[in-house]
């Protein structure tokens, strides 16, 4: 699987929008970019995933370059318990290999 | 629904110790996975079972680590002779299909080795 770049941490403010990076310059065209959260203590949380359009659920958006190359996840209005490390996976759609392979994630502080 | 189950929440065991834990996958799953996460890592992938076979093993990291699955529905990971190493958290996930689907996670195991 094609590794993903994500800054360490991040913050932001509550009510406003979060915007978490993800370089991936390495992904390939079967692969898709997957985004899952982790709570303190908690097991890690499907949030969105996407080819290349833009996706959109009732968490979050998921916008990805034309090139692939970068995506962006985009918390609307972030709550405080949106606090949580975001990772932000490569991953072919089927088959044996479909194991996900987690970095070290972005941890995101919302502020009240 | 219920969610991903994971028995015991929490495990002190002595090292050279053999320890089991249980993970009970949402009902009608046929992919599990077992990962383990370290104090400040991300999940580190384990194993993978496509129904009753290990589909891809390729994440245990020698052979004091086996799991089994054989009904396809409960998975048990044995640890034998554990190492002061092997303290970490480990998870289970389950999903649909062994595809794009969504994993779903369970709470995790914090296994302490003394």
């Known amino acids: 699987d094609a590794k993903t770049t994500q800054p360490p941490s991040m913050d932001c403010a509550e009510g406003r929008a979060a915007n978490l990076p993800c370089n991936h310059s390495t992904i390939s065209g079967n692969e898709y970019v997957y985004w899952y959260r982790q709570i303190h203590s908690q097991g890690p949380q499907y949030i969105i995933h996407?080819?290349?359009n833009n996706e959109t659920n009732e968490m979050a958006s998921l916008i990805i370059t034309e090139d692939r190359k970068s995506s962006t996840l985009i918390l609307p209005h972030a709550t405080l318990r949106d606090t949580a490390v975001y990772y932000c996976?490569?991953?072919?759609?089927?088959?044996?290999?479909?194991?996900?392979?987690f970095g070290k994630g972005i941890t995101l502080s919302v502020r009240p | 629904g219920a969610g991903v189950s994971q028995t015991p929440s929490n495990k002190v065991t002595e090292k050279g110790k053999y320890v089991e834990l249980r993970c009970d996958p949402i009902s009608g799953h046929t992919a599990l996975y077992w990962y383990r996460q370290s104090l400040g890592q991300g999940p580190e992938f384990l194993i993978y079972f496509q129904g009753t076979g290990a589909a891809d093993d390729s994440g245990l990291p020698n052979d004091r680590f086996f799991a089994v699955r054989p009904e396809g529905s409960v998975s048990t990971l044995k640890i034998q002779r554990t190492e002061r190493g092997d303290s970490a958290v480990y998870l289970c996930a389950s999903s649909l299909a062994g595809t794009s689907d969504e994993q779903y996670f369970g709470p995790g195991t914090r296994l302490t080795v003394t």
């Open positions: 996976i490569v991953r072919v759609a089927a088959g044996a290999n479909s194991k996900l392979t």
């Open positions: 996407g080819l290349k």
